[in-house]
Every structure is written in C-alpha cells, then in structure tokens.
C-alpha cells in the first residue's frame, strides 16, 4: 500500500529524488553525444542531470477502490520510487487491459473510421503494445527505465528516463478535491503514452506510401494522421490544426526541417493519450459514483514535460507551469544575464483569453464566472476530470449545495491542452517544472535566479529542495512564523499557508553521461 503523507514526520518532503548524468557514482561510458533510435534518426541527450522534490500542506487520503483497488495497491507502487530512481521494466507487469476493461475494450472499437473489424495484423499490434511492449519497437519503449515519484498531499510527480537512448519523461499532476485523478494519471497516462508512440511507430512503418515517413523530407499532409486507425477522438481536425499551428509558427517547419513528421505524430500521440486517459478516468468515475459521489468533483492539472534528444516538448492543462532559464541575448558569460522563459500557458480565469474562450463558448450563460471561479467551482479553465462540470449526469449525482446550479451549456472545464515545443540551444540552462504552489511565492524570474546562484555555489547540491527551503522561509515570514514554526502545523491546517507544492529541475547539458541513477541528492 502507498505511504500517505500525513504518516511522514513533520516537515520531512515527501519526495526527493535525484539523477546525475556522468557522477562519481556507477560506471561512467565513454559514448558519443549522438544516440541511434528505432526510427534510425540521430539523436542527442540533452539534460546532465535532475532534482526533483515536494512538500504536502493538503491533508488528503489515496482511494483504493478506482480500478477495483489496482491503481493504488499494485500499479502506483511499481512506479513509486519516492527517494531515488531505481530500474524497474517499461511496463508495468499488469495489463492495461486487465485494468481498464471496459472502457479500453471500447475505446480499441473506436481506433477505426469505419465499422468494419481492424485487420488482424493490426488487433494484434493493438493488444501487443498494451500489454507487454517489446525494447525494441516504439518512440520510447526500451526494456527497462529508471523511475522516480511519489505524492505529497494531492500532488504526483513522475520522472522516467532511459539515458541511453536519449529521452526523459517528466510530469506534475496537481490533484484537487482529492487524489483519485492524480493517482490514476500516474498509474495510467506514461503507459498510454507509450502506446500511442507504438501506433505511431506502427504507422510509419505500414503507411510510409501515404506520406506518414518518418526519415523523409517532405513535410505531413494533415490528413495522414488524422484518418483511419490512428484517430480515436472525435474532433480530429481541430487536432491536426492545432498541433499544425504550433509547428508552422516554430522555426523548425520554417526551416524545412525532415524531422517535422516525428514531431508532429509526437504532439498527436501526447494529445490523445491525454484524451484516451481522460475517458478511462470519467469510466471509472461512472462505475463508482453511486457509492462514491465525490469522485465527480475530482480532478488534476497536468504537466508533462518531454525532452527528446534536443527536443523539449511540453503538454500541459491548469496552472502548473515549466520555465526555461535561458542565457539572454548580448550576455557573454553564462553565469549572469539568464533570462525566463515561461513553456506553458496558465489555463485560469485570470487568462484574459481563457475568459473570452469561455464566454465564445457559452454566449447563453450569464453566469459563467461566479466569484472569479468557473460556474463558482473551480479557477482552473482546463482540467483533466472535474466531472460534473463536463456533462449533466456527472452533476447530478451531487447533492445540495454541491451540485452545479444552471449548468446550461456543459463541459465548461477544456481537456483540451496546449502543446509546445522548444529546440534545445548551447544558450539553454536549466528547465524548472512546478505546480501552482511553488509560483504562489516566485515569480518565474525570482525562481530562475534562486536556483541559478544556488547552482554557481552549490554545482553538487540538490536546487529542487533548496527552491522549497526558499519557499517555505517565504511562507513563514509571511504568516509571522520561523520556518521551524510552519513545518510542525500538520497537513490541513498547513493549506492555510502554502499549497501542496512539487518542482522538478532539469539540468540541461550534453557533454558526459552514465547510465547509473544516484540515490537522493
């Protein structure tokens, strides 16, 4: 069973973990910057090394029943590596299949446009990817992973990383009203992930003659991704457009690049594995409500971070953010002059562009925005789960004040995320991945400049923790308290001066490697 945070001593993270590229610890191998994937194309590790870390203030227990009990008692623990990374198979030893019956069952039914059954070559590419991916084939399947991740109140975290071929997986799921949606993205989302990388994979090698080549020069037509098997959801065009968007405005279409393909098959595949994990998730919620009626109210941000070879893609929903720490332009010296990027929208009412997306979608609903909260529920515009304010029947499994007065027009919370993408450059740092607690306190600058100086006089030290000592010296002197005073008030009644908060920072760097973990930093 998971350890809950209120079990933990008073003041200890919850989470800590660490991973050094090229340290004093394992084996270090001498091996060249360039890295040869399945798909054949070259690629480059980009990070040295990453800290991650997170502190509780919400006092909140795991359910255990979501998914007959095997998301909390057998899934979450093969992933959970709270104080190190450890190596552990790609794939969870149960299948997604087992789990997820129903839903993915129907679901697999949807992958074709038509009604005619898949061919078999197909369902068996289908139901081979789900359950026991090989290491050889698909964007990121290898045979094992190094994992690290835990939960802090209603936060998950989750780093996964095979720094022999060149990719690292990372993601902060922000859970509110309770903890059921975050645990369920962390049992499920990396998985469902990988499955759409293997359709991706299965594409390109059967319908390279319909333009989807991923070694050619020749941009993809939209069509191509969003036909047939590979388009489970139901607004595709709207999809491709979108991933379209953010790619024509990068430089990498600009500049004619042959890798445009991949990265665009790379947002698609993100984005419906989002989707497919949102169905699976509301199916459950489905399954359980008549005895659990809360878990409509539940719900997460997400933030997935992926860095592939220079790469660095980014999903995200809600508030948490990923800024980049950049070296600005005209600066010489890589020690000063850093500036920050923010990576993510923040997805809130307080997003002038939010509030007109809503208001476009909902032009007969006056009340759209109650008390600076959507339908007076939630500041969050995008969300993964929230049922009752995506569809009626969601809504009206709530009683009394809890339930949604008016809901005219649902959803009214997006699941649809923003996507981007960024080439990582000599002029690049370190990336800083968050929940909204940690920018409660810093802004994006302040954090960047915290954990740069503590870099320059700490190059060994552990800058996640130390970004939480500073938030929490903050916090303390805000509310009139030393820190030693904050950090004895337990979880739930700690709300009332800080939010659940989890970072994760990536050292970004291409120069030495090993493949060995380090134990917490």
């Known amino acids: 069973m998971l350890q809950e945070a209120s079990t933990k001593p008073e003041g200890e993270l919850e989470v800590s973990f660490g991973y050094k590229c090229n340290g004093n610890i394992g084996e270090i191998h001498d091996v060249s910057d360039k890295l040869e994937i399945q798909s054949g194309l070259q690629r480059v590790s980009s990070f040295s090394c990453l800290s991650g870390a997170a502190l509780s203030a919400n006092a909140t227990l795991a359910n255990t029943n979501i998914c007959n009990g095997l998301i909390g008692e057998e899934i979450l623990p093969t992933w959970d590596s709270p104080n190190s990374f450890r190596k552990v198979p790609s794939s969870p030893t149960l299948s997604r299949l087992d789990i997820l019956s129903t839903s993915l069952q129907s679901s697999l039914s949807n992958l074709s446009c038509s009604p005619s059954t898949p061919t078999s070559d197909y369902d068996s590419y289908l139901l081979k990817s789900m359950s026991s991916p090989s ?28 720094e022999e071929n060149g990719w690292l997986f990372c993601a902060i799921y922000d859970g509110f009203n309770g903890r059921d949606a975050a645990d369920f993205l962390a049992g499920t989302l990396y998985e469902t992930i990988v499955f759409y990388f293997n359709l991706l994979d299965w594409e390109a090698k059967n319908e ?38 953010v790619l024509e405005n990068h430089s990498y ?33 489905e399954q359980e409500m008549e005895d659990r009626p809360d878990l409509v109210s539940v719900g997460s941000c997400v933030l997935v971070v992926l860095l592939h070879g220079k790469d660095l893609y980014t999903l995200n929903l809600g508030d948490s953010r990923a800024v980049l720490a950049t070296l600005d332009e005209g600066s010489m010296r890589r020690n000063r002059g850093l500036k920050a990027v923010q990576l993510t929208e923040s997805h809130t009412v307080d997003n002038e562009l939010e509030r007109a997306q809503l208001q476009h979608d909902h032009p007969d609903d006056p009340t759209i925005i109650v008390g600076g909260k959507v339908k007076g529920k939630l500041k969050v515009t995008r969300a993964f789960g929230v049922g009752y304010l995506k569809t009626k029947k969601f809504n009206d499994a709530l009683m009394g004040i809890l339930r ?8 009214y919370i997006s699941t649809q995320p923003a996507l981007s993408i960024h080439r990582i450059s000599k002029s690049d740092c370190f990336v800083i991945v968050g929940s909204d607690g940690l920018f409660d306190f810093f802004g994006n600058e302040e954090a960047v400049n915290l954990v740069h100086s503590y870099i320059l006089s700490n190059p060994t030290g552990d800058p996640a923790k130390f970004l939480l000592e500073q938030l929490l010296l903050k916090a303390a002197n805000c509310a009139g308290f030393s820190k030693e005073e904050l950090i004895t008030i337990p979880a739930g009644r700690r ?27």
């Open 495 to 521: 709300r009332k001066y800080h939010d659940d908060v989890t970072v994760i920072i990536i050292i970004l760097g291409t120069n030495q490697r090993t493949t060995r973990a380090s134990t917490s930093m």
């Open 404 to 411: 949604v007065r008016n809901l005219i027009s649902p959803p």
């Open 135 to 162: 290491g050889g084939e698909g964007f990121l399947n290898v045979k094992e992973v190094q994992v690290a991740g835990g939960a802090a109140g209603e936060d998950r975290v989750q780093a996964v990383c095979s």
């Open 208 to 245: 390279t003659s319909d333009g989807l080549d991923m070694h050619g020069s020749h941009l993809l037509d939209d069509s191509n991704i969003t036909q047939g098997r590979f388009s489970p959801m139901g607004n595709n065009s709207k999809i491709s457009s979108d991933i379209h968007n």
């Open 253 to 285: 279409a600009k500049a004619g690049m042959k890798n445009y393909p991949l990265r665009h098959g790379v947002f698609d595949s993100l984005q419906r594995a989002l989707s497919q994990t949102e169905n699976d998730f509301l199916h459950m919620v």
